[in-house]
């Protein structure tokens, strides 16, 4: 699995879409690049998503 760090300005939304085998959460950045994590457990998926939440 590749990692890609972002700071938390450069963040301009976040999605989360919940499935039978997990959740998966993108990013898009404010230079229109976007970045999917597949396979989340649903519960890290949601805290993950309370917090880009919580940043905006």
Not at 8 to 33: N, P, R, Y
């Amino acid at each position: 699995m590749e990692l890609e760090d972002y700071i938390w300005k450069d963040v301009d939304d976040c999605h989360m879409k919940e499935s039978i085998l997990g959740a998966e959460f993108t990013v898009k950045t404010v230079a229109g690049q976007t970045s999917k994590i597949d396979y989340l457990p649903k519960a890290q998926a949601r805290r993950l998503y309370t917090v880009a939440q919580e940043q905006e």
